[in-house]
């Protein structure tokens, strides 16, 4: 493997954790598409069941998955990385392996909403006991901790309101209890927030969004900071069986290279949207990391290397308005996810939290005006002209 640690992104986002196969040479990783691996001789056997190197089952590493998990592994400056089969998974290994009876979790209000739900109606079965607070204000997660809390878990940027959350000071927090830190860092990518850096002891994220940025595959991943949180992870993680198929780790591969050319693409149609749609009459107002209107802009610039591609905004005439914008769009696709190159775009209020109880829904800060927009790599007048002839019909 390259000793590319200290080159520049770009360069990392490529080579990262990959070597040209060494039974044939080939540059792009072969899809080792097999669920078992033979040994020399028993002795072999034995000693690959010991921990020596050396595949055994597939479930246990494959060749393709491992060179995914280096790669993202080193992109978030961990120690180890463990493939899932969905963005879930990798939200249910870190839970599983941390959580049980008798313990609590403090986690962000906005929670990506299946790992909320999950916590509120399933883990409560086993004894797990969980608070969502605002943690936008550090204050909130400090009151919030108590001596069982093992997990403080955040997401920032939050979705979709777009607050963020100050890592450091909620890492401080965390330690002094006696929690780990985990960060759902789907929304930023490692190209733009690495949180292990930022004292968090675990990263993980929906590979379905940024990483694989192509809107064709289903993928999660966990990254540990030490090998003392990975081996725990990693037991979970076998024995549960939500691992990674061969073929789809391929797939994010191939995606995640391109991760850095995407993301500067979206990124700057993104936040040319953002100060377009901020002057506009129609828009009452605009929710971009990016743009110095957004009330942490400050806190976004200490901790990301840019705003992303998702933004929010709000137009006037309420929850009819923002129908009418996403029902007559062109471009803009409506669909649910981000981080893919075509642009999608929803509308919360009228689709993804009508069965939210309204004043649950507000106090999230998910007002019926709010559309939220996933910025893709489109020419970006054609992105702006479409949302300029929306607009004009409400
Ligand atoms: C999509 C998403 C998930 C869940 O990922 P899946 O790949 O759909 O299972 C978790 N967290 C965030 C922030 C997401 O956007």
Redesign the pocket.
């Given at each position: 493997m390259k000793d590319i640690g200290k080159k520049g992104m770009m360069t990392r986002i490529i080579h990262a954790g990959q070597h040209a196969d060494p039974a044939t040479g080939a540059v792009s990783t072969p899809i080792y598409q097999t669920s078992t691996f033979a040994f020399r001789d028993a002795d072999h056997g034995a000693a690959c069941f010991r921990g020596e190197p050396g595949y055994k089952y597939t479930r246990l590493g494959n060749p393709t998955t491992e060179a995914l998990e280096h790669n993202i592994a080193e992109l978030e400056h961990g120690c180890g990385a463990l493939a899932a089969?969905?963005?879930?998974?990798?939200?249910n290994m870190v839970y599983l392996a941390f959580l049980g009876q008798g313990t609590h979790i403090v986690a962000t209000d906005a929670?990506?909403g299946?790992?909320r739900m999950i916590l509120e109606s399933e883990y409560v079965r086993f004894g797990v006991a969980s608070t969502f607070v605002d943690s936008s204000d550090p204050k909130n997660v400090a009151a919030a901790m108590r001596p069982d809390t093992k997990l403080v878990y955040l997401?920032t940027p939050a979705?979709p309101t777009l607050k963020l959350t100050d890592l450091e000071a909620c890492a401080e927090i965390a330690h002094k209890g006696g929690a780990l830190v985990v960060v759902?860092n789907?929304?930023a990518s490692p190209y733009l927030q690495n949180p292990l850096l930022q004292g968090a002891d675990i990263v993980?994220?929906?590979?379905?969004?940024f990483i694989n940025g192509h809107t064709d595959v289903?993928?999660?991943i966990v990254v540990a900071k030490d090998p003392e949180i990975y081996a725990r992870l990693r037991k979970v993680h076998f024995n549960f069986g939500g691992t990674m198929d061969p073929h789809q780790a391929w797939l994010v591969l191939r995606g995640v290279k391109t991760l850095g050319l995407r993301m500067d693409r979206a990124q700057d149609n993104a936040m040319k949207l953002g100060a377009y749609l901020e002057k506009h009459p129609k828009v009452a107002w605009v929710r971009y990391p990016g743009l110095e209107s957004h009330p942490q802009y400050a806190l976004g610039k200490r901790q990301m290397r840019g705003g992303g591609a998702v933004l929010s905004f709000g137009v006037k005439g309420g929850l009819e308005a923002g129908k009418t914008v996403i029902n007559n769009v062109e471009i803009a696709t409506l669909a649910v996810?981000?981080?893919g190159v075509e642009t999608l775009i929803e509308h919360p209020a009228s689709m993804t939290h009508t069965g939210v109880p309204i004043a649950d829904r507000l106090a999230a800060g998910i007002s019926d005006d709010l559309v939220r927009l996933a910025v893709g790599c489109e020419s970006y007048e054609d992105l702006e002209a479409d949302l300029a002839r929306v607009l004009e019909m409400i």
């Open positions: 089969a969905s963005g879930m998974a990798a939200v929670l990506y299946p790992s997401e979705n759902d789907t929304f993980l994220h929906s590979m379905t969004k289903v993928a999660g996810s981000l981080g």
